[in-house]
């Protein structure tokens, strides 16, 4: 992308809509973050373009004063990847739920990712369908007591982290709702990012699911529950940064800092290594045992596909004799009658 | 007899290549039809061939079939039945001797009529007896023999051998014909460039053919069809999926757009993907996306960024593009959805024809939903028809779903071809930068059409989807405001009909009978309709491209017969769908589901029946 | 004047519950229906609810409603204009007050009614004055304050408190029908068995808004309305999807099947997954699939395995799903489609109501795809076609879509409880283990239906797919065979008409008018024609349940009448099948496309209109 | 499952429909393997029910005689997932191409997996759409030249082992249409696993990708080119036995044995372990470089979803006094009308 900078505010991004989300929702304070970092992007607004499936998150374009598209259920990576293989110029966002992404839209994902389109995913999960008023999802705990579960589920939730690398993906971060500085963070680096970005964003449903990632989000336990990686930098966590990850054979183990360890035996964040094994287990850790990996956890270039595509075009152009309709379809056998 | 005293000439002849799936039959026809094309004949084909990519050698299950219909006068359909037919083993016969002429001619490879090959084929003993082929004239021929012979010197392994048995016989069809075998050894040139020996061989096999052919007796009738008298210009062979493809073409440098494709893979709608996939020197997006879904949302997502968008598919896919394609009608963009009907319900019958997609087309959506729908009727016409199906969601604002058929996908004949300057201009609703308020459903008044905003655009951001809006998009739950766009939505539909233009009618203006169609069976009942009127029935044809809207003089039409008669490859779907919009008439019915397409013969003698009721 | 002197006995009265989505106006709505059916009223209630979870507090887009008719004698609608409305904010007022009969009554709670609430609900001024409402008999009442007042010693935080200002509504309309509270307190301990306080805190706001009206002079009037007189039995009041979910249930315990359910939510169907995945004590396998297409070939797959097998959703769910239910027909598998329709096209107005999926239901599925196809018409008669749905499936062997719609999904009404044993008995052609072939598509002479060999079942292995089929179950592209299959389909279909009852008729046998409806409409076209009767017109109706195949005497009724009028919630999509079907007749139209039901004024003037004409 | 155990001979499975492959495809040899695999198994043939889609590979119902489904195109999962759910009793197989599977079914795919539902899923991966002659698929390697990419493809493949663990997977195998000794004892291995069992069977099409698993099937190269991995021994491959892998810090490496490297520095292969980081890195093992593993990947125990949902049926059943429609429809507020 090549194009002017310009300079706005975060409001400049909000359209007149009004917000109709409930009142605690997560979903605000994602908007929040959302228009944060569209303003320190510098990219001039008309460039931005934000498609999303059905879900109370997918409402989200509405709220943006972009160029928006609130699409059908499940959809909007496949329509994404459209829009921005048209026009590679665009910074284009896809914006879904759980349910959305990974459940009836989980194909469009995995292939979207396959394919390493560069679109940003911001992946609300409340780990319940919201809209349809409270239905677990793909990404529910089993056992979840919810309206279709009355007895509680019995199957495995997917891990969205898992599934990406799974699919190849080559950009991963994690963020939650409450902690907006880190997700506005977050969500810049998925734009620059070339290729699929994924961003979990850990959003509570205040109405049906309401505390699902408490021990996450409140103040007196975040820091001991969550860690924050950082590229570059070792994997120490705790309201007194007291803990770390180290490798034990071939896994992740949390150790107390003191008594012989020290931050140079931490294992140190490197999210460009091809390799997706400690990614995968970064994205797998959880609670209790393990913090909950916030921040990217992967994040490796690689050719995106509407590049490629694109380049092959330019190519191909470049070396054809035909160069329009009438060359084409005059190729080949042809005769005169007269 | 000396040749010349055997010469017929004909002002029309059908001829078809019969074999195994590997024998390379479907390029055999090719050949011979492109030879025609040259010297001058107007021709139509149809390829036949099994759903398995290799069905089980010898059985009938695994016959690969091409028919040609060459002729000096307009020819219009493959033709009912074969003058000639070229069998290379007993299943060959066995699934085509029904669909020779009384008294015709049968070339066989006698080398492979092995008691095995023949109990194979299903027949218990000798099959000319078994299907009373006595009346015809069968050339049997060892040309498997012939071949070895001819090649023995070729230093070539015995497997490369036999694949160019299929020249032998064409070699000999070419004599038949009276051909000039150049172009033929041309195509050996082009394809073989690298491989000479291959080149040597396959041009020895068709000469070799040819000589045969000449130094043996039995050989008759000799078959003259003079070149047709058709329009002066330049001309080729095309077929309905590629005449798609580059009618899109057409469509996308008439509108100054970029073409976007996204589709999956399906028969017989494939061949759209794969032709368009190849002219990424045009500029060409092509997307094989994960399935039809992800097909038709990746154009609409195109679409919406500004691109000329495609999707391609045959009936099991439109079934599942159906939820997305009331979001293209719910969010006014323009959307060219192709679908190739094949023989359904489900997977059906999925290398034969039928007509049977339409009201799926028409209906096949959740709530009120009405899209416009085209239909081609001849291989070469798919061109004018993709054009016009961009022309008209571009200009209109609108999805719109082109329906050809797997009888018009493959089948092929001659095209003249067009220059691009004659085609009318497309001009799409494109909205330029500026700041002042854009209003997303601001109609244009006379196509009702709203205006394009594309990302990009400074100044023109807005928000669209699949919720009911206001003109101002806004989501919106008022209940008038709800019955406005409905019926807005529907009127801009019906107001296409100022691109349709008027039905044309072949044959009189009124009379006893009018005789309707659609779509792909355009050539059958236009024969058959001829021939009618050359027994002095007052019997007019009219064909339908354009299906909803249908063209504004529809009901005039039918008011001007005493009777008329709906013939369709379905169960009758475009009859119920005229029965609902014009309550006064009364309409008989000719259908037939047997994934082929019409015989003439057929449709006369029902048209006959319904005549003398 | 004194109580006595108030009291209005009336025949019916509409009572409208509105306010905020957190208000629990849901709740209220549904207690004064429980608590009025126990006191042995005949009722209908209309749910009326935004897409938005929670849309902003205070909007007009945020008012949630719940309209419940309750009579003396026989209620068929939720009726047209509400008597009372209560109204717990201006925004409720904004949005209900035009559905208010002239000189009603508008119970508000005025502490809401402050100038940011005006305005957040569109008013510039006094909503009375703007919405010209001085004609109505307004009960203004400071119930926050009171209800703060009532429980400031019972320890509550605020929030709590608040949330049952709902209560203290619901109590002041009890006291002006004069009934009893407690059904309401037995719900409370019921409900909250495990917070004591809270059944205190709702048990006495009840009774405080109870008191309030019966001290406050301005209540007026008193509305009487005596049990009706319905049929002797046990009742309940069902909703839709109750209804549907439990006639699927005792068609699974009839026939001896387990149920399986696999389903994707979607609104308004998910009701029913979620009333049967509670039902696992009646062994229901419930599945919820990752969409409605796994939800549908899950389905499809536990009825290749053997159990009554049925998927649920509505509008785009069904185009979804239309694929896999071509499947269906080919597989000749039984299976029970649920469609509640709601407002499209696309997603449209997903909480509202409409009719406009039946061509889609019809025509949806690629190929001749023939399907059966019927309706339900009231909320509890869910019941009984949602069982025939599934006996016409078990025992004909097809694929059945039942349509219902949001406005049944959701609304209810007493139901007289039926014993499973005074049912019909339902066989499925089940195959016993044996060593004679099993010939897959050998048919019943009556029905035509195929026999259902499952897996497990010794000696009864073979083999089905999408693919056309032999009768022995072979895959066959002979073409006679395809053309035999797809008419076998058909028939099959056809005959299910076996098990159709001839068209009812309410009103005279012949006429003037014939009005025609079907579906969810019935309550309101019955409403329209009895008073059209009244009035002295010769109007009859017929409201149609099945739709394919249509009832043996549907052309023999049409025939009755002079004129025929097809009322729809859709843009005419009976109409054309009728038109399809009946080549001889002339059909007007009554449509409605703004996600509500009709209202019977509008159909009287309509009819009267046309009777005029 | 508990039935009587019998005796068969692999021809008792075939049926009298004509196998309509291509001579020399691939799917023949597959057909011979399964129909021993089921032979051996000794459960009653009736107990069988295979479900596939569309594909060339998606006919090997027709010529099992078995209860078989030959269904739509990309469908199987769910089908085959409703089969088993209805009846947990029966043995139930998918059969699937690559396209079948992981193009238009991925969602389906992934999803039986996530549940770990009891079905066992033979894989066909011969790189391209087979039955549409000839296109691209979700596995042709990156530059793939086909119908629909005559300038070669631009997009990365799934490796489906990599999507199995993503999606949660219990079970993954690889074998080799060529090997049918091999792939006998794998499918055996997989009806045996109880949960989700996807074994990948790398499949030739002669006629559209003529050769693409050669250097894996042919007799000079496969011992070099490939790796057959079995519980507890050591990942030892090589004509001569003589390579071996081992672990390089968190990455596998090929090293020669001898010179100081015996058998007891290679890895030992243990398909049961939880965390999936060595499965994951076994799985993505290619040409060159490394062997391409074939053999059980992965077969970690657990609960599958047929045996949680018809457990809590039972227990439900057990403690509901409501027993029949006629106590259900009975249960609540109801009101006697005289
Ligand atoms: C085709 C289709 N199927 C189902 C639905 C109903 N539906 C809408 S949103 C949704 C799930 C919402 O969950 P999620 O994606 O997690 O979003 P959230 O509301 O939690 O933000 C469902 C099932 C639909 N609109 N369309
Ligand atoms: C809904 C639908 N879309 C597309 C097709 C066409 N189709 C049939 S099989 C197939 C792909 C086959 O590839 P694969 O699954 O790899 O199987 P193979 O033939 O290679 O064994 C496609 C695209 C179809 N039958 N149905
Ligand atoms: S229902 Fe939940 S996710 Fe939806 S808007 Fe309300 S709080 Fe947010
Ligand atoms: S086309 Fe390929 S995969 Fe299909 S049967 Fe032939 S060889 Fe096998
Ligand atoms: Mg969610
Ligand atoms: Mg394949």
């Known amino acids: 992308m090549n194009q002017e900078t310009v300079e706005y505010s975060p409001k400049d991004f909000k359209s007149d809509q009004e917000v109709r989300w409930c009142p605690g929702c997560g979903d605000h304070a994602v908007l929040s973050a959302v228009t944060r970092a569209l303003a320190e992007l510098k990219i001039p607004k008309e460039q931005f373009a934000f498609i999303s499936g059905i879900g109370c998150s997918s409402r989200f374009p509405y709220y943006l004063d972009t160029f928006g598209f609130h699409s059908i259920h499940g959809r909007a990576s496949a329509i994404a990847s459209g829009v921005k293989v048209a026009n590679p110029d665009l910074s284009v966002w896809q914006i879904t739920g759980d349910g959305d992404s990974m459940a009836i839209g989980g194909n469009h994902f995995i292939h979207a990712i396959r394919r390493n389109i560069d679109i940003n995913i911001i992946l609300f999960n409340n780990e319940i369908y919201g809209l349809t008023k409270g239905q677990y999802s793909p990404t529910s705990q089993k056992g979840a007591v919810t309206k279709t579960s009355p007895f509680g589920t019995v199957e495995e939730p997917f891990n969205p982290g898992e599934l990406v690398i799974g699919a190849k993906g080559k950009f991963f971060a994690r963020t939650i709702d409450t902690n907006v500085k880190l997700s506005t963070e977050i969500y810049k680096m998925a734009a620059l990012h070339e290729g699929t970005s994924v961003v979990e964003t850990l959003q509570n449903c205040v109405i049906f699911n309401d505390g699902v990632h408490k021990l996450l989000s409140d103040r007196e336990t975040r820091d001991d529950y969550t860690i924050v990686l950082r590229q570059g930098e070792p994997m120490i966590f705790g309201k007194d940064n007291d803990k770390g990850l180290v490798l034990d054979g071939l896994k992740l183990k949390v150790v107390k800092l003191g008594n012989g360890i020290s931050e140079k035996d931490i294992l140190v964040h490197d999210a460009q290594e091809n390799n997706p094994g400690v990614h995968l287990m970064l994205a797998n850790m959880k609670n209790p045992g393990f913090p909950v990996a916030l921040g990217v956890i992967r994040s490796v270039a690689a050719p995106t596909y509407d590049m490629a595509l694109n380049g092959q075009i330019t190519k191909v152009k470049k070396e054809t004799k035909i160069k329009n309709v009438d060359d084409l379809i005059r190729t080949g056998s042809t005769w005169e009658s007269q | ?613």
Not at chain 2, 106 to 117: A, H, L, S, W
Not at chain 2, 252 to 264: T, V
Not at chain 2, 528 to 540: F, I
Request: hydrophobic share 40%.
């Open chain 2, 1 to 613: 007899m000396s040749k010349s005293e055997r010469v017929i000439e004909r002002e029309e002849v059908v001829i078809r290549f019969s074999g195994d799936s590997g024998d390379g039959m479907q390029l055999t026809g090719t050949l011979f039809s492109n030879t025609s094309a040259l010297f001058g004949n107007d021709l139509s084909t149809f390829p036949d061939y099994p759903a398995e990519i290799r069905a089980p050698q010898g059985t009938v299950g695994g016959v690969s079939g091409f028919q040609v219909h060459v002729g000096h006068s307009e020819i219009n359909t493959p033709g009912d039945y074969a003058d000639i037919l070229v069998a290379m083993n007993p299943a060959a016969v066995k699934a085509n001797s029904k669909f020779v002429r009384k008294g015709g001619t049968i070339i066989i490879d006698e080398d492979n009529f092995t008691e095995k090959n023949i109990k194979k084929a299903g027949y218990e003993s000798d099959p000319v007896k078994e299907d009373k082929l006595d009346d015809f004239n069968i050339i049997s021929a060892p040309i498997s023999t012939l071949v070895k012979e001819t090649l023995k010197d070729h230093g070539l392994d015995p497997k490369t051998v036999m694949r160019t048995k299929n020249m032998f016989a064409l070699g000999m069809v070419y004599w038949l014909f009276g051909r000039d075998l150049e172009y033929t050894d041309d195509y050996f040139k082009g394809k073989f460039s690298k491989r000479p020996k291959i080149i040597e061989a396959n041009s020895a096999v068709l000469h070799a053919g040819f000589n045969y052919a000449e130094t043996i007796d039995a050989m008759s009738p000799v078959y003259k069809v003079s070149p047709a008298s058709i329009e002066k210009g330049l001309y080729r062979t095309i077929d309905g999926n590629t005449a798609t493809s580059w009618g899109l073409l057409a469509a996308a440098e008439k509108s100054g757009l970029d073409l976007f494709i996204g589709s999956y893979p399906i028969t017989p709608a494939s061949g759209i993907l794969e032709s368009l996939a190849a002219r990424k020197n045009l500029g060409v997006k092509s997307f094989q996306a994960e399935d039809e879904i992800a097909g038709i949302c990746t154009a609409i997502g195109a679409s919406f960024a500004g691109d000329l968008a495609v999707t391609t598919t045959s009936g099991p896919g439109l079934a599942l593009k159906s939820e997305a394609a009331g979001l293209a009608v719910m969010t006014e963009l323009p959307l060219v959805i192709v679908n190739v009907q094949r023989g359904g319900p489900s997977t059906g019958l999925p290398t034969k024809t039928e007509q049977s997609d339409l009201l799926q087309a028409l209906y096949g959506r959740n709530g009120e939903s009405p899209m416009v729908v085209i239909a081609a009727s001849t291989p070469s016409d798919c061109f004018d028809y993709a054009f016009q199906a961009a022309r008209i969601a571009l200009e209109h604002m609108v999805p719109v779903i082109l329906l050809t058929d797997g009888f018009l996908a493959n089948g092929s004949e001659p095209w003249k071809i067009p220059s691009v300057k004659d085609l009318p201009a497309i001009k799409a609703p494109l909205v330029k930068e500026g700041e002042d308020e854009f209003i997303p459903y601001e109609r244009d008044e006379k196509t009702l059409a709203r205006k394009w905003a594309v990302p990009g655009v400074k100044g023109r951001e807005h928000r669209i989807g699949g919720l009911e809006k206001t003109v101002k998009g806004t989501v919106s739950y008022i209940p008038e405001n709800h019955e406005n766009m409905v019926n807005m939505r529907a009127e801009k539909v019906a107001r296409v009909v100022s691109k349709v233009p008027d039905q044309k009618i072949y044959g009189d203006e009124e009379g006893d009978l009018l005789l309707i169609g659609w779509g792909g069976t355009y050539g059958h009942l236009l024969t058959a309709v001829r021939e009618l009127r050359d027994k002095g029935k007052k019997v007019s044809l009219a064909h339908f491209n354009y299906i909803n809207p249908l063209p504004a003089n529809t009901g005039k039409i039918l008011s001007s017969f005493k009777k008329i008669v709906v013939a369709e490859l379905n169960a009758g779907q475009f009859v119920k769908y005229l029965r609902m919009e014009f309550e006064d008439f009364k309409f008989y019915q000719i259908n037939k589901i047997q994934g082929l397409p019409f015989t003439c013969a057929d449709i006369e003698d029902e048209c006959i029946k319904i005549l003398e009721e």
